[in-house]
């Protein structure tokens, strides 16, 4: 736990360095891990007050863009493999991501299909039972 906190403050940090120092406002949109939520970046905000934490809902996982992404990386670039090194993986995520670029298409933010209710009947669906 305490090395995930060090990390993440050190990633921070290093993300503080990048932003010009013209940028006002930074807004980090974040979930609810407990290492994002720790003395440490509370005391990084109170260092750089131009940053603002926000976090998403508890129990809103489908607002969290990233975890689509991270399903869709994981099928392209290491499902059925067996990478041997870092440069194995290095190489196996930067092909995939080359080909998601060339293939890309926007994400439907939402709730998943399954969560959609039942279609009334119409033309085109028999009632049940017929």
């Given at each position: 736990m305490q090395q995930n906190r060090a990390h993440w403050v050190d990633f921070l940090d290093h993300v503080e360095s990048w932003i010009p120092?013209?940028?006002?406002?930074?807004?980090a949109i974040m979930d609810n891990l407990s290492s994002h939520r720790?003395?440490?970046?509370l005391l990084l905000?109170?260092?750089?007050?131009?940053?603002?934490?926000v976090f998403q809902p508890k129990y809103a996982a489908y607002l969290n863009l990233i975890e689509p992404w991270w399903k869709i990386l994981r099928s392209l670039a290491l499902a059925g493999r067996r990478l041997e090194?870092?440069?194995q993986i290095a190489d196996a995520i930067h092909?995939?991501?080359?080909?998601?670029n060339a293939?890309?298409?926007p994400f439907v933010w939402?709730?998943?299909r399954r969560h959609r209710p039942r279609r009334s009947p119409g033309i085109a669906l028999l009632p049940r039972g017929a």
């Open positions: 120092s013209t940028t006002e406002r930074v807004y720790t003395t440490d970046v905000v109170l260092v750089h007050p131009r940053w603002e934490m090194s870092w440069e092909c995939s991501t080359v080909y998601w293939h890309r298409h939402g709730k998943r």
